[in-house]
């Protein structure tokens, strides 16, 4: 018996008088108004601060009534699909622009955008033996651990790392901005050796590259990729790179700087928040549930037995059982997510790329089908359609990307949100945040342990 991870019978019992006692009545939820995830029943999030840093539209405003619209997405002001159509007309990369954008609140010129791009190749190296010392001992299975405790032990190397003055906020944000991407590939690799005995390949970052390039030539051991595939790749990071001051893990980042820590252990708290199934983890589910229906459905045109498929797992007859459709809807947008968008436009061209059309036809039926299966078995408040979610795992899965790195590749972009806002929270030198939890519990009187029954 290992007595660090075995459930003994008496730990056990406990678990169950602890679940006996955590339960309360959903009832006084809606007898004290309480907002439950800080959204009200149609979505609408409690308001708890100000940002100049992104907007997300889902609703517009018409005679007094909030009337839902197709979302759109704003970095600085600035709309992402025409940010995203900017530079790929000028056949540029994106996420360096997007990053500068984020951080400093304007778009950058030729020459402003050449400085930030070389000082993040600058920083793009990690501390002497910090690959053989950290990242190759005791590597976990989880690329999101791997990556916080990386992250937190990179502390010890810094000999300002309690400083949170802006100027080395930010130069330990443009830091982790840079090293994200080693932190991840190197993780992986290492897991990958040592747990399933795959070769142990490290390849430096190649000065000159863009981060999405950086990302497939450090992985792959050919170091080889397509101009395509660093492209789709760019724009996904481009997409995931900022989402308001709302989303759990960017509210994290809130929290936890407000209350005056370093910046290692706000990032590493955000980490963990990303890391769940419920954020930055769902396109896993995503391609896992697609995973079991390819093997389930016989006919992957047949819209009658896709169907059958969908409800059955409304119902909890099949995949996880949970009762969800992974991939569709979300906490805000109601009409449509402008990052599925997007993604689904150049999704097309990588699937005739891979060869992988069938699966690409399979995918936008079920986007079609899923909304309206939805809405005939569920009471809705809100419109459903496809997230970013339902097409990035399908992209990462053309890649040829580990599972094990899509939300540390999540991660690889979010960051530059995470430090747009800890900047911002740091700036603006706001109080702790503390919101309310009433208490619920009746009070009584204490008992002596003779008089205590068992």
Not at 10 to 29: Q, S
Not at 239 to 250: C, I, K, Q, R
Not at 443 to 448: A, E, I, K, P, T
Request: net charge negative; hydrophobic share 35%; glycine share 6%.
């Amino acid at each position: 018996m290992n007595k660090y991870t075995d459930l003994s019978p008496k730990l056990m019992e406990l678990a169950d008088l602890c679940k006996k006692n955590t339960v309360i009545d959903p009832e006084l939820y809606a007898k004290y108004d309480v907002k439950r995830g800080l959204r009200d029943i149609s979505g609408k999030g409690v308001l708890t601060g100000l940002t100049e840093i992104c907007e997300i539209l889902s609703y517009s405003l018409v005679d007094n009534d909030y009337v839902p619209c197709e979302g759109k997405l704003y970095y600085r002001g600035v709309d992402v699909e025409q940010i995203i159509q900017g530079f790929m007309l000028e056949q540029r990369f994106g996420f360096e622009e997007v990053a500068y954008l984020l951080l400093f609140g304007n778009l950058p010129t030729k020459d402003k955008l050449q400085d930030f791009t070389h000082l993040l190749e600058d920083y793009r190296e990690l501390p002497p033996s910090f690959v053989r010392d950290i990242i190759m001992k005791a590597p976990s299975k989880d690329m999101m651990n791997t990556l916080a405790r990386s992250v937190l032990t990179l502390y010890s190397y810094d000999e300002k790392a309690e400083d949170i003055s802006m100027e080395n906020v930010l130069r330990q944000s443009l830091q982790l901005i840079s090293v994200f991407p080693l932190l991840s590939v190197y993780g992986y690799q290492a897991s990958s050796h040592y747990h399933y005995g795959n070769s142990l390949v490290i390849h430096p970052p190649k000065e000159g590259l863009s981060t999405a390039e950086n990302i497939l030539y450090m992985l792959r051991p050919n170091m080889m990729y397509t101009e395509l595939e660093a492209k789709i790749l760019d724009i996904a990071l481009v997409l995931h790179a900022e989402h308001g001051g709302g989303n759990n893990s960017t509210f994290t980042t809130h929290v936890v700087t407000s209350s005056g820590t370093d910046t290692y252990s706000s990032v590493a708290a955000s980490l963990g928040s990303l890391k769940g199934p419920k954020h930055g983890g769902a396109n896993i589910k995503v391609m896992q549930m697609f995973d079991d229906m390819k093997e389930n459905i016989k006919d992957w045109a047949d819209e009658e037995e896709i169907s059958e498929y969908l409800r059955n797992l409304l119902n909890k007859n099949a995949f996880d059982k949970s009762g969800l459709i992974y991939g569709m809807g979300h906490a805000v947008y109601s009409i449509s997510d402008p990052r599925a968008n997007v993604l689904k436009q150049y999704v097309r061209s990588l699937s005739e790329e891979k060869g992988l059309m069938k699966e690409f036809g399979l995918y936008e039926m079920v986007e079609r089908l899923a909304p309206e299966i939805i809405a005939s078995e569920r009471k809705m408040y809100k419109g459903v359609s496809a997230n970013v979610d339902f097409y990035s795992g399908f992209v990462y899965h053309m890649l040829d990307l580990p599972k094990e790195l899509y939300t540390p590749i999540f991660a690889i972009a979010r960051i530059t949100g995470w430090s747009a806002h800890r900047l911002e929270e740091l700036n603006n030198a706001g109080k702790i945040i503390r919101p309310a939890y009433k208490s619920v519990s009746k009070h009584r009187n204490y008992v002596s342990m003779v008089e205590r029954a068992e």
